[in-house]
């Protein structure tokens, strides 16, 4: 069953360039300065409980959310997923697509007739959301918080949901085990040795769009031993050639998003504001896929690892020592 695109949006064009900036839109979420933990308990909008028979077809409106789910095994409670749940591959496949996140629809979403609307912080526009609140849908948000504990929060908010909490205790449980463990060995890498990088979101003519901080792509670059070399403001923004030049970074981090060209390895280290870099100069330039990194779900602790395995080849911190010492039981 697929919802039509036309149902969804004005034009085909229009979800298209929604779907392609889903990313930024994420990061650029004023949620990202929320340092609180999450609800104990997950109500709806208006601070009620959840119904009974909420878990029963749910609507997922956000990649993390969804790939929790599936983690879960509660797949069949998912009645439908919107275009940022491209893990794992089968859900934008097996399941109805109401769209990208940031612009729903209400005539599509209603239309299947939900139980529960689980949705990531940022999801809207206000005014669809405000109509399947008069419809009298459910509607649940779960709060964005870009380190260990927001994982563990979001995963026990959708079990709760989804009435998955046992196996979102053993999920978490696992989550944080590799979370610790891989924590406890980025604590070692001296000071002097930490890579400063720059994540490059797009680039388009002569300006950079990087990121800077209390964003998801500074976390993760924090929580692998990495420093972001951009501080001086919040968030995605343009930045000068002379800013690139002057913060010098040692490794440059930039994502792919399916569906969206990413710019060429060589498009990337000759543009003018990072030839002259020891990133460029080194040939250090590292691709992750876009959810992969910057997802905040279950996978983040081997996508730290990987980064990590980028920035400190020698220190063997990465995902193959990681996850088979943990297996072995020799972590700890």
């Not at 697509?97 to 209400?106: D, I, Q």
């Given at each position: ?151 563990i ?14 196996e ?51 976390a ?69 896929p ?28 990465g995902?193959?020592a ?5 297996k ?5």
């Amino acid at each position: 069953m697929k919802i039509s695109v036309d149902r969804l949006h004005s034009s085909l064009k229009m979800v298209a360039l929604f779907a392609s900036f889903s990313c930024v839109a994420l990061l650029s979420s004023p949620q990202l300065h929320a340092q609180n933990h999450a609800q104990s308990v997950l109500t709806d909008a208006n601070g009620q409980p959840l119904p009974e028979n909420a878990s029963e077809k749910v609507v997922s409106v956000g990649g993390s959310l969804t790939e929790i789910a599936y983690a879960l095994g509660k797949e069949d409670a998912l009645i439908a997923v919107d275009t940022t749940s491209v893990f794992p591959p089968r859900a934008l496949k097996d399941k109805p697509n109401v769209g990208y996140m940031r612009a729903l629809s209400a005539e599509g979403i209603l239309a299947l007739e939900p139980t529960l609307i689980l949705a990531e912080d940022g999801a809207g526009p206000a005014d669809v959301i405000a109509l399947l609140q008069e419809a009298r849908v459910p509607f649940a948000s779960i709060p964005a918080r870009y380190d260990a504990q927001g994982i563990i929060d979001k995963i026990q908010l959708v079990g709760q949901a989804l009435a998955a909490q046992k196996e979102a205790r053993h999920l978490a449980d696992q989550v944080r085990k590799d979370l610790d463990l891989l924590q406890s060995k980025v604590a070692n890498i001296p000071p002097a040795e930490k890579k400063k990088v720059l994540f490059l979101f797009s680039l388009r003519g002569d300006r950079l769009m990087v990121s800077g901080k209390n964003s998801q792509a500074s976390a993760i670059i924090e929580m692998a031993g990495g420093e972001n070399v951009m501080t001086s403001f919040d968030g995605f923004k343009p930045v000068s050639n002379e800013a690139v030049l002057s913060a010098d970074p040692d490794v440059i981090l930039m994502m792919s998003r399916a569906g969206t060209p990413t710019a060429s390895r060589e498009q990337v280290l000759s543009h003018p504001a990072l030839s002259a870099t020891k990133a460029a100069q080194s040939g250090s330039l590292v691709v992750m896929p876009g959810m992969y990194l910057l997802g905040f779900g279950p996978r983040t602790a081997h996508a730290v690892a990987d980064l990590a395995d980028h920035l400190y080849p020698d220190h063997n911190l990465g995902s193959s020592a990681l996850f088979s010492e943990q297996k072995t039981g020799s972590a700890h």
